[in-house]
């Protein structure tokens, strides 16, 4: 499985960004997929995860990001609104076959290779 990240870059504390993860190589909703973040100096964090059923969020983003899946593109989607300065990381894709409770421990099959989000005061 591949997982392709796209749609980081720099914006304004306030504004927003929508991430993509393509998907390959596998079948689309065998997957539990989510997204991790990694800031400078700080330990990886869960941020969103989605099931075909599902959604979970972490507390930090609850409200202000919203994860989605189209299963006709093998796409998963974060739209973060609301940015803020802490939220500048660098945003991996991941997958996983098993449940979201154990993606969100950061125990996942497949990484992306990440995408840098930079969120300017």
């Known amino acids: 499985v591949q997982l392709v990240e796209s749609g980081g870059g720099l914006v304004q504390a306030g504004g927003s960004l929508r991430l993509s993860c393509a998907v390959s190589?596998?079948?689309?909703?065998?997957?539990?997929i989510g997204w991790f973040r990694q800031a400078p100096g700080k330990e990886r964090e869960f941020v969103a995860a989605i099931s075909p059923l599902s959604t979970y969020y972490a507390d930090s983003v609850k409200g202000r990001f919203t994860i989605s899946r189209d299963t006709s593109k093998n796409t998963v989607y974060l739209e973060m609104n609301g940015l803020k300065p802490e939220d500048t990381a660098v945003y991996y894709c991941v997958a996983d076959h098993g449940t979201a409770a154990r993606l969100r421990t950061g125990v996942v099959d497949y990484w992306g290779q990440g995408t840098q989000v930079t969120v300017s005061s």
């Open positions: 190589g596998g079948t689309f909703d065998d997957y539990v």
